[in-house]
Protein backbone atom coordinates (compact mmCIF):
# COMPACT_ATOMS: atom_id res chain seq x y z
CA UNK A 1 0.00 0.00 0.00
CA UNK A 2 1.63 3.24 -0.94
CA UNK A 3 1.96 5.47 1.83
CA UNK A 4 -0.54 8.41 3.12
CA UNK A 5 0.01 11.63 4.65
CA UNK A 6 -2.71 12.28 8.00
CA UNK A 7 -2.81 15.00 9.64
CA UNK A 8 -4.33 15.76 13.79
CA UNK A 9 -5.58 19.19 14.49
CA UNK A 10 -7.21 20.99 16.99
CA UNK A 11 -7.05 24.24 19.54
CA UNK A 12 -4.54 23.82 22.41
CA UNK A 13 -5.23 20.50 24.75
CA UNK A 14 -7.30 18.54 22.37
CA UNK A 15 -5.19 15.37 22.87
CA UNK A 16 -3.79 15.70 19.32
CA UNK A 17 -0.19 14.58 20.89
CA UNK A 18 -2.13 12.03 22.51
CA UNK A 19 -4.00 10.70 19.33
CA UNK A 20 -0.94 11.05 17.40
CA UNK A 21 0.60 8.10 18.79
CA UNK A 22 -2.04 6.27 18.76
CA UNK A 23 -2.56 6.85 15.16
CA UNK A 24 1.35 5.83 15.09
CA UNK A 25 0.47 2.92 16.78
CA UNK A 26 -2.79 1.39 15.41
CA UNK A 27 -0.72 1.75 11.63
CA UNK A 28 2.31 -0.16 12.93
CA UNK A 29 0.62 -2.90 14.24
CA UNK A 30 -1.11 -3.47 10.49
CA UNK A 31 2.28 -3.85 9.57
CA UNK A 32 2.82 -0.43 7.93
CA UNK A 33 6.24 2.13 8.36
CA UNK A 34 5.27 5.10 10.13
CA UNK A 35 6.80 8.70 10.28
CA UNK A 36 5.35 10.44 12.98
CA UNK A 37 6.47 13.99 12.82
CA UNK A 38 4.88 17.51 14.13
CA UNK A 39 4.42 21.42 12.98
CA UNK A 40 6.18 23.82 13.33
CA UNK A 41 8.90 21.58 13.00
CA UNK A 42 9.88 18.25 12.10
CA UNK A 43 13.50 18.66 11.03
CA UNK A 44 16.38 19.77 12.68
CA UNK A 45 16.23 23.38 10.98
CA UNK A 46 12.30 23.71 11.27
CA UNK A 47 12.56 23.19 15.29
CA UNK A 48 14.83 26.16 15.70
CA UNK A 49 11.87 28.09 13.61
CA UNK A 50 9.90 26.66 16.25
CA UNK A 51 11.45 28.06 19.17
CA UNK A 52 11.40 30.92 17.37
CA UNK A 53 7.84 31.14 17.08
CA UNK A 54 6.33 30.18 20.06
CA UNK A 55 9.21 31.46 22.52
CA UNK A 56 7.41 33.72 24.89
CA UNK A 57 10.27 36.21 25.46
CA UNK A 58 11.35 36.90 22.10
CA UNK A 59 10.88 40.24 20.16
CA UNK A 60 7.57 40.92 18.89
CA UNK A 61 6.17 39.47 15.87
CA UNK A 62 3.50 40.75 13.88
CA UNK A 63 0.68 38.03 12.66
CA UNK A 64 1.75 38.32 9.22
CA UNK A 65 5.03 37.61 9.81
CA UNK A 66 4.50 34.67 12.43
CA UNK A 67 2.46 33.18 8.88
CA UNK A 68 5.75 33.47 7.28
CA UNK A 69 7.88 31.73 9.80
CA UNK A 70 4.87 28.94 9.86
CA UNK A 71 5.70 28.51 5.95
CA UNK A 72 9.23 28.54 6.00
CA UNK A 73 8.97 25.77 8.29
CA UNK A 74 6.77 24.05 6.49
CA UNK A 75 8.46 24.35 3.73
CA UNK A 76 11.51 23.05 5.46
CA UNK A 77 9.16 20.28 6.82
CA UNK A 78 7.59 19.44 3.36
CA UNK A 79 11.19 19.48 1.44
CA UNK A 80 13.11 17.45 3.82
CA UNK A 81 11.02 14.58 5.67
CA UNK A 82 7.36 14.85 4.53
CA UNK A 83 7.74 14.25 0.67
CA UNK A 84 10.87 11.76 1.56
CA UNK A 85 9.05 9.40 3.64
CA UNK A 86 5.78 9.26 1.49
CA UNK A 87 8.39 8.69 -1.56
CA UNK A 88 10.00 5.72 0.26
CA UNK A 89 6.12 4.85 0.73
CA UNK A 90 6.01 5.73 4.26
CA UNK A 91 2.74 7.15 6.51
CA UNK A 92 3.19 10.17 7.33
CA UNK A 93 1.55 11.18 10.48
CA UNK A 94 1.84 14.80 11.58
CA UNK A 95 0.51 16.66 14.35
CA UNK A 96 -0.75 20.61 12.95
CA UNK A 97 -0.10 21.26 9.47
CA UNK A 98 -1.98 24.17 6.97
CA UNK A 99 -4.88 24.11 8.56
CA UNK A 100 -3.40 25.13 11.78
CA UNK A 101 -2.44 28.56 9.91
CA UNK A 102 -5.83 29.22 8.55
CA UNK A 103 -7.48 28.61 11.94
CA UNK A 104 -4.34 30.45 14.25
CA UNK A 105 -3.21 32.94 11.76
CA UNK A 106 -5.92 33.11 9.43
CA UNK A 107 -9.14 33.25 11.97
CA UNK A 108 -7.08 34.36 15.26
CA UNK A 109 -5.00 36.84 14.23
CA UNK A 110 -6.98 37.92 10.80
CA UNK A 111 -4.47 37.46 8.46
CA UNK A 112 -5.92 36.75 4.65
CA UNK A 113 -6.42 33.71 4.25
CA UNK A 114 -5.86 34.78 0.11
CA UNK A 115 -2.13 35.20 1.52
CA UNK A 116 -2.50 31.96 3.62
CA UNK A 117 -3.76 30.12 0.10
CA UNK A 118 -1.01 31.49 -2.01
CA UNK A 119 1.84 30.33 0.23
CA UNK A 120 0.25 27.19 0.63
CA UNK A 121 0.40 26.55 -2.72
CA UNK A 122 4.01 27.68 -2.96
CA UNK A 123 5.57 25.60 0.17
CA UNK A 124 3.64 22.52 -0.62
CA UNK A 125 3.38 22.17 -4.52
CA UNK A 126 0.19 20.11 -4.42
CA UNK A 127 0.67 18.09 -1.45
CA UNK A 128 -2.35 17.81 0.69
CA UNK A 129 -3.23 15.38 3.63
CA UNK A 130 -5.42 12.19 2.35
CA UNK A 131 -6.90 12.48 5.87
CA UNK A 132 -7.43 15.04 8.71
CA UNK A 133 -8.42 14.47 11.98
CA UNK A 134 -10.13 16.91 13.82
CA UNK A 135 -9.75 16.97 17.66
CA UNK A 136 -12.75 18.85 18.90
CA UNK A 137 -14.17 19.91 22.30
CA UNK A 138 -14.60 23.16 23.84
CA UNK A 139 -11.90 26.05 24.93
CA UNK A 140 -12.65 25.61 28.07
CA UNK A 141 -12.18 22.03 28.58
CA UNK A 142 -9.23 21.86 25.87
CA UNK A 143 -7.45 24.90 28.55
CA UNK A 144 -8.21 23.23 31.46
CA UNK A 145 -6.61 20.31 30.34
CA UNK A 146 -3.52 22.29 29.30
CA UNK A 147 -3.59 23.98 33.07
CA UNK A 148 -3.97 20.43 34.57
CA UNK A 149 -0.87 19.22 32.46
CA UNK A 150 1.68 22.47 33.00
CA UNK A 151 0.04 24.84 35.61
CA UNK A 152 -1.07 28.35 35.15
CA UNK A 153 2.30 29.25 33.77
CA UNK A 154 1.96 29.46 29.51
CA UNK A 155 4.34 27.21 27.91
CA UNK A 156 3.74 29.35 25.07
CA UNK A 157 3.25 32.79 22.94
CA UNK A 158 -0.15 31.05 22.04
CA UNK A 159 -1.40 30.01 25.31
CA UNK A 160 -1.34 33.74 26.52
CA UNK A 161 -4.14 34.39 24.18
CA UNK A 162 -7.52 34.50 25.78
CA UNK A 163 -10.38 32.49 25.51
CA UNK A 164 -12.27 34.35 22.94
CA UNK A 165 -8.50 33.82 20.33
CA UNK A 166 -9.59 29.89 20.89
CA UNK A 167 -13.32 30.24 20.03
CA UNK A 168 -12.52 31.65 16.95
CA UNK A 169 -9.89 29.12 16.31
CA UNK A 170 -12.55 26.30 17.14
CA UNK A 171 -14.78 27.76 14.95
CA UNK A 172 -12.17 27.82 12.07
CA UNK A 173 -11.47 24.74 12.26
CA UNK A 174 -15.42 23.36 12.16
CA UNK A 175 -15.61 25.53 9.26
CA UNK A 176 -12.73 23.65 7.30
CA UNK A 177 -14.47 20.27 8.64
CA UNK A 178 -17.48 21.61 7.08
CA UNK A 179 -15.88 22.74 3.80
CA UNK A 180 -14.05 19.45 3.48
CA UNK A 181 -16.28 16.67 4.77
CA UNK A 182 -13.88 14.01 2.50
CA UNK A 183 -11.28 14.83 4.09
CA UNK A 184 -12.02 16.06 7.39
CA UNK A 185 -13.51 13.75 10.36
CA UNK A 186 -14.50 15.71 13.49
CA UNK A 187 -13.43 13.80 16.61
CA UNK A 188 -16.02 14.44 19.29
CA UNK A 189 -12.45 14.63 21.71
CA UNK A 190 -14.46 15.61 25.13
CA UNK A 191 -14.77 11.95 25.25
CA UNK A 192 -12.74 10.42 28.01
CA UNK A 193 -9.37 8.61 25.75
CA UNK A 194 -10.79 5.01 24.88
CA UNK A 195 -13.84 6.52 22.98
CA UNK A 196 -11.69 8.89 21.43
CA UNK A 197 -9.41 6.40 20.56
CA UNK A 198 -12.49 4.06 18.83
CA UNK A 199 -14.02 7.39 16.53
CA UNK A 200 -10.04 7.51 15.69
CA UNK A 201 -9.80 3.59 14.90
CA UNK A 202 -12.93 4.12 12.85
CA UNK A 203 -11.67 6.64 10.42
CA UNK A 204 -8.32 4.93 10.43
CA UNK A 205 -10.69 1.73 9.22
CA UNK A 206 -12.16 3.89 6.72
CA UNK A 207 -9.13 5.25 5.06
CA UNK A 208 -7.36 2.12 4.94
CA UNK A 209 -10.00 0.36 3.31
CA UNK A 210 -10.63 3.27 1.00
CA UNK A 211 -13.78 4.56 1.76
CA UNK A 212 -12.41 7.32 4.06
N1 LIG B 1 0.46 26.93 15.40
C1 LIG B 1 0.92 25.79 14.81
C2 LIG B 1 -0.02 27.99 14.65
O1 LIG B 1 -0.43 29.02 15.19
N2 LIG B 1 0.00 27.88 13.28
C3 LIG B 1 0.48 26.78 12.63
O2 LIG B 1 0.49 26.74 11.39
C4 LIG B 1 0.96 25.69 13.43
C5 LIG B 1 1.48 24.47 12.77
C6 LIG B 1 2.18 24.84 19.01
C7 LIG B 1 1.42 26.07 18.71
O3 LIG B 1 1.64 26.49 17.38
C8 LIG B 1 0.47 27.05 16.87
C9 LIG B 1 -0.65 26.32 17.54
C10 LIG B 1 -0.08 25.95 18.89
O4 LIG B 1 -0.48 26.93 19.82
P1 LIG B 1 1.54 22.38 19.51
O5 LIG B 1 2.91 22.00 19.86
O6 LIG B 1 0.76 21.40 18.73
O7 LIG B 1 1.51 23.72 18.61
O8 LIG B 1 0.89 22.85 20.85
P2 LIG B 1 -0.45 22.57 21.50
O9 LIG B 1 -1.63 22.52 20.66
O10 LIG B 1 -0.41 23.62 22.55
O11 LIG B 1 -0.28 21.10 22.02
P3 LIG B 1 -0.78 20.57 23.35
O12 LIG B 1 0.25 19.57 23.76
O13 LIG B 1 -1.13 21.63 24.30
O14 LIG B 1 -2.13 19.89 23.00
P4 LIG B 1 -2.48 18.48 22.42
O15 LIG B 1 -1.33 17.85 21.73
O16 LIG B 1 -3.71 18.66 21.66
O17 LIG B 1 -2.87 17.64 23.71
P5 LIG B 1 -2.13 16.43 24.44
O18 LIG B 1 -2.28 15.21 23.65
O19 LIG B 1 -0.78 16.87 24.85
O20 LIG B 1 -3.12 16.30 25.67
C11 LIG B 1 -3.23 17.36 26.62
C12 LIG B 1 -3.54 16.73 28.00
O21 LIG B 1 -4.83 16.16 27.97
C13 LIG B 1 -4.77 14.76 28.28
C14 LIG B 1 -3.33 14.34 28.01
O22 LIG B 1 -2.97 13.24 28.79
C15 LIG B 1 -2.57 15.61 28.40
O23 LIG B 1 -2.36 15.68 29.76
N3 LIG B 1 -5.76 14.08 27.41
C16 LIG B 1 -7.00 13.73 27.83
N4 LIG B 1 -7.60 13.83 29.03
C17 LIG B 1 -8.88 13.36 29.11
N5 LIG B 1 -9.56 12.80 28.08
C18 LIG B 1 -8.99 12.67 26.88
N6 LIG B 1 -9.69 12.14 25.86
C19 LIG B 1 -7.64 13.15 26.72
N7 LIG B 1 -6.78 13.19 25.65
C20 LIG B 1 -5.65 13.78 26.10
Redesign the pocket.
Known amino acids: MAGRFITLE ?11 RFVREWLSARGLTVCLT ?3 GGTPLAERV ?1 QL ?2 DRQGEAITPVT ?1 TLL ?1 FA ?2 GLHVQNLIRPALARGEWVVC ?4 D ?2 R ?3 GA ?1 RGVSLALIDQLASAVQEGLQPDCTLL ?1 DLPVAA ?1 LE ?2 R ?2 SGSVP ?2 R ?2 EEPAQFFERVRAAYLDIARAAPARVRIID ?5 E ?2 QEQIARALEALCSGTA
Open positions: GIEGAGKSTAAREPRVLEMARDRFTATAYQGLGRVMRSDFEASRPLAV
